[in-house]
């Protein structure tokens, strides 16, 4: 996957921009405040329909404006975006499309100092690394789990209102909950399978130890129609107190998993949790890791690269981390934000394209 054209109009600070794509490493750079971000969420934005930085999407339109406009060239895909105060159009190949058949072909992936919180934060954090991975992978997952939620928030209501004495059968909605949950489960747990495969390999050279995603499911399963079965009877069972608590106790959107690192203690081997146990330089590689086995399963499965945007994550690494970085991602196209470029200068890292960006102008050079 090759990004080759970025027009912009108005797309927050950076007014009107036109760039174009020749180099495998994209670098831009200037000082604070002046754009580079925005224009990492620029790119975002055209493979996944939203920003990383907010849900608003008018936010992103440059203040005193009405719209703004990005389109972009990769491959045979021309993407088009259209943002207004009120509604956002999409255009793939010129025909207006939904987000969902966006997903998954232009494949863009964030690389941010916040990444840490998939080691260190909640659970949802967890579960939004998972679920953004498996919906570039296969649509009917990303399907899956915008209904799951539209199922939850719907059942969740009417346990509200069975708590408070009205009559309702949830039958209906429990059904929903069984099938949908129950494949969400299936295949989250796949997919934490899969990516050990390549976690397996990349942990071992950014933390000289093996890691490994543990994935703990409320419910433990052989395949799918023994956990339809066990879902539909949990929910059975814990009906009573769901409506004493007014809410759902028990379904995927409270799956979390941990992450291990398997270490060599007085000759002995030791499972430590990363979240609980881990420095936070630890806990920061072995999020470098995740990320770069999200990349290695992506290109796996898709048989094609994905594009990385590296928004200031450089100044956090150290000497080593950089050159394993650069080693792991030769083969794709990256764009990297950076306030000093003495960050890249000292490493060998190929050809490098410059953008300096001033006051939402962009210069190449
Ligand atoms: P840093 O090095 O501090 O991360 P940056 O170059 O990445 O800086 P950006 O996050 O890209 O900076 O933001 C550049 C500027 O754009 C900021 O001053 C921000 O306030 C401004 N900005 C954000 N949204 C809009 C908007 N809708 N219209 C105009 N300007 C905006
Ligand atoms: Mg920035």
Same mark, same amino acid.
């Given at each position: 996957?090759?990004?080759?054209?970025?027009?912009?109009?108005?797309?927050? +600070?950076?007014?009107?921009?036109?760039?174009?794509?020749?180099?495998?490493? +994209?670098?831009?750079?200037?000082?604070?405040? /002046?754009?580079?971000? +925005?224009?990492?969420?620029?790119?975002?934005?055209?493979?996944?329909?939203?920003?990383? #930085?907010?849900?608003?999407?008018?936010?992103?339109?440059?203040?005193?404006?009405?719209?703004?406009?990005?389109?972009?060239?990769?491959?045979?895909?021309?993407?088009?975006?259209?943002?207004?105060?009120?509604?956002?159009?999409?255009?793939?190949?010129? /025909?207006?499309?939904?987000?969902?058949?966006?997903?998954?072909?232009?494949?863009?992936?964030?690389?941010?100092?916040?990444? $840490?919180?998939?080691?260190?934060?909640?659970?949802?954090?967890?579960?939004?690394?998972? =679920? /953004?991975?498996?919906?570039?992978?296969?649509?009917?997952?990303?399907?899956?789990?915008?209904?799951?939620?539209?199922? @939850?928030?719907?059942?969740?209501?009417? @346990?509200?209102?069975?708590?408070?004495?009205?009559?309702?059968?949830?039958?209906?909605?429990?059904?929903?909950?069984?099938?949908?949950?129950?494949?969400?489960?299936?295949?989250?747990?796949? @997919?934490?399978?899969?990516?050990? $495969?390549?976690?397996?390999?990349?942990?071992?050279?950014?933390?000289?130890?093996?890691?490994?995603?543990?994935?703990? &499911?409320?419910?433990?399963?052989?395949?799918?129609?023994?956990?339809?079965? =066990?879902?539909?009877?949990?929910?059975?069972?814990?009906?009573?107190?769901?409506?004493?608590?007014?809410?759902?106790?028990?379904?995927?959107? #409270?799956?979390?998993?941990?992450?291990?690192?398997?270490?060599?203690? +007085?000759?002995?081997?030791?499972?430590?949790?990363?979240?609980?146990?881990?420095?936070?330089?630890?806990?920061?590689?072995?999020?470098?890791?995740?990320?770069?086995?999200?990349?290695?399963?992506?290109?796996?499965?898709?048989?094609?690269? &994905?594009?990385?945007?590296?928004?200031?994550?450089?100044?956090?690494? =150290?000497?080593?981390?950089?050159?394993?970085?650069?080693?792991?991602?030769?083969?794709?196209?990256?764009? $990297?934000?950076?306030?000093?470029?003495?960050?890249?200068?000292?490493?060998?890292?190929?050809? $490098?394209?410059?953008?300096?960006?001033?006051?939402?102008?962009?210069?190449?050079?």
């Amino acid at each position: 996957m090759f990004l080759q054209k970025l027009s912009l109009v108005n797309f927050r +600070n950076l007014g009107n921009q036109q760039l174009n794509f020749k180099n495998k490493i +994209n670098v831009f750079f200037g000082d604070n405040a /002046q754009g580079k971000t +925005n224009l990492l969420e620029a790119i975002y934005l055209i493979a996944s329909g939203k920003s990383f #930085r907010t849900r608003i999407d008018h936010e992103l339109i440059k203040w005193g404006q009405s719209e703004c406009r990005l389109q972009a060239q990769a491959g045979f895909l021309d993407i088009e975006v259209k943002i207004r105060q009120t509604d956002k159009e999409l255009l793939i190949n010129s /025909q207006k499309s939904r987000v969902t058949e966006l997903i998954g072909s232009f494949i863009a992936i964030l690389f941010t100092p916040t990444d $840490i919180e998939i080691i260190s934060g909640s659970p949802d954090r967890r579960r939004k690394f998972l =679920d /953004q991975i498996g919906a570039v992978l296969d649509k009917k997952y990303l399907v899956d789990i915008i209904q799951l939620s539209k199922v @939850l928030k719907n059942r969740n209501q009417l @346990l509200w209102q069975l708590k408070n004495g009205k009559k309702i059968d949830l039958e209906v909605w429990n059904r929903q909950l069984v099938e949908i949950g129950s494949r969400v489960w299936v295949f989250r747990r796949a @997919l934490i399978d899969k990516l050990n $495969i390549e976690l397996k390999t990349l942990g071992k050279k950014l933390t000289d130890n093996s890691l490994e995603v543990i994935y703990e &499911p409320a419910l433990k399963f052989q395949d799918i129609r023994d956990l339809k079965k =066990d879902y539909s009877e949990k929910l059975t069972s814990l009906g009573r107190e769901e409506v004493s608590r007014g809410i759902t106790l028990i379904s995927p959107q #409270r799956d979390d998993f941990r992450i291990i690192s398997e270490e060599l203690l +007085n000759e002995k081997i030791i499972s430590k949790d990363l979240a609980i146990y881990g420095s936070r330089g630890e806990q920061r590689s072995a999020a470098l890791a995740l990320k770069l086995s999200e990349v290695s399963l992506i290109e796996k499965e898709k048989n094609e690269s &994905p594009v990385l945007l590296l928004d200031e994550v450089l100044s956090e690494l =150290d000497k080593r981390h950089k050159e394993l970085l650069f080693k792991e991602i030769k083969r794709v196209q990256v764009f $990297i934000t950076t306030t000093s470029m003495d960050n890249l200068t000292t490493e060998r890292v190929g050809p $490098i394209e410059k953008f300096q960006v001033i006051d939402g102008n962009i210069i190449s050079s």
